[in-house]
Nanobody, 123 residues
Framework: QVQLVESGGGLVQAGGSLKLSCSAS????????MGWFRQAPGKEREFVAG????????AHADSVKGRFTISRDNAKNTVYLQMTSLKPDDTAVYYC????????????????WGQGTQVTVSS
């Protein structure tokens, strides 16, 4: 079955950096669009970044543009989220998601979801 396993979360001070990874198995990774979402306590899940199956098109939420970068390595079946200049407002559980040729990267209509990894940014 399809598995998406996130890693790389943790506790970091404001202004610091973290790199999240999501390792995928059970699907033809290079054919799937991938996304990162996050959910803070008491808030709805929100789109963070997405990348097309080929890697040539990326999208980032306005709140993270210039600070976060999504990338992928199809040879390793892994998608990454490099996070820099972290703020306390970035504190959330971060989820990886996979979709087969989704229409809009920022929509929540992904086919598969990981269990999430906690990111906590202290002030």
């Amino acid at each position: 079955q399809v598995q998406l396993v996130e890693s790389g979360g943790g506790l970091v001070q404001a202004g610091g950096s973290l790199k999240l990874s999501c390792s995928a198995s059970g699907l033809s990774f290079s054919s799937y669009d991938m996304g990162w979402f996050r959910q803070a306590p008491g808030k709805e899940r929100e789109f963070v970044a997405g990348i097309r199956w080929s890697g040539n098109i990326r999208a980032h939420a306005d709140s993270v543009k210039g600070r976060f970068t999504i990338s992928r390595d199809n040879a390793k079946n892994t998608v990454y989220l490099q996070m820099t200049s972290l703020k306390p407002d970035d504190t959330a559980v971060y989820y990886c998601a996979a979709a087969y040729r989704i229409d809009v990267l920022s929509s929540g209509l992904y086919d598969y979801w990981g269990q999430g990894t906690q990111v906590t940014v202290s002030s």
